[in-house]
Each structure stands twice: as C-alpha cells, then as structure tokens.
C-alpha cells in the first residue's frame, strides 16, 4: 500500500513538473507583479498556488467522468495531451512567450493575476490538465488517489517556493540563463510530448492489429 502510494505520488510530480514548469513561470509572475509591494506579491503566489491546487485536483477526481461523457479512449487523450504539450515545448524551445503581448499587457492591469493568466494558462494549462486526466484512468486504490493528490500538493509546494524565490534566481541567472534552462526543459518537454503521441497511437492501433487476418 505504502508503496503504491510513493511510486503514484513520485510518477505525478515527475509528470507534471516538466509540463507545468513552474521555473519558467518564474520571469512571467515577477514581471506582472513589478510594480506591487514584496507584502501583495507573496499574497499572489499563495493564491496562484492554491488555485493551481484546485484546478488540477478537480480534473483529476472527475477525469474518468469527463472521458466517458465525452466518449474519448485514452490513447485518443494521450495523443491530444502530447500535442498540446509538443506546441508548449516548441515555444519554450523557440523562446517564443507563453502569453501574448494583449493578454500581457491585460495582466499587468489586472489587480488579481492568480488565476489567470498564472494558474490558468500558464501553470495547470491543458498540457497539465490533460496529463492529470491521464493518471485518472490508471488509479484504482485510495492510495492510489491520495499518491496522486499527495504528487499535485508537492508540485504546488515547489511552485509557491520558486515563486516566492524566484527573484535571487532570476538576478543571478540573468535574462539568459533563464532562457537557455527554459530551453532545455523544452527539449525535455518535447521529447515527453512525443512518447504520448507514440503510446497513444499504438493503444489507438491495438484493435485493428488484433484483428488482422494471421
């Protein structure tokens, strides 16, 4: 039981972490919150933590619900989860930004970024929805659940700590070593993207090899 319960809740932080990325989140939070005090900056990475929390717990206890509903198989999920994670990871790689110069320049008007754009679509985007989705389909004990829930809470720990810390590590990295390690994570990224597109064409492909004519 304690076994399952460490391997379900080391798999979903080490599925999330790359996906998510909260290091590159980093440069984007402090540059929307430049103009507010240290106190109203730590209140927004607590809330940008907590909802990133919510969002991804919600869609992974009604993951098997909204795949049923919608009559989608999980090869057909890893596949759309592997391309949205592959666009992610090219931008990430390209240094292309993760928000648009009308949705940045929206936030930094905003008084509340919390939400959004931090926590959605930043932080727990479709990338990390979808991957959640994904583990709610392979869980069947309730340690298996809590694993899992144990895995978001540790990747929101990480994140509230990188935020609240982020700044040391943007002064010492500089704007270019942030962008070669967002680089890097990209890559990985990417390569994580093509494993889901690869496992979910052959769960896709299964059937139809059974059924050939030997």
Known sequence: MWQSLVSFMVGTLLALFPIANPIGAIPIFYSLTAQDTAKYRLKQAQKTTLNVFAVLTTFFLIGRLILSFFGISLGVLRIAGGLIVGHTAWEMVTATTRLTTEEHQEAIDKDDISFTPMAVPMISGPGAIGVVIG?????????????????????????????????????????????????????????????????GTVDISKPFVTNLPR
């Not at 694993?147 to 994140?159: A, I, P, R, T």
Request: glycine share 12%.
């Open 135 to 199: 583990l709610s389909t392979r869980v069947h004990l309730w340690s298996d659940y809590l694993g899992c829930l144990l895995g978001v809470g540790l990747l929101s720990v990480l994140l509230y700590l990188f935020l609240v810390l982020g700044e040391p590590l943007i002064e010492k990295f500089g704007a270019t070593g942030m962008g070669a390690l967002n680089r890097i994570l990209g890559f990985l990224i990417l390569a994580i993207a093509v494993q889901l597109i690869a496992d």
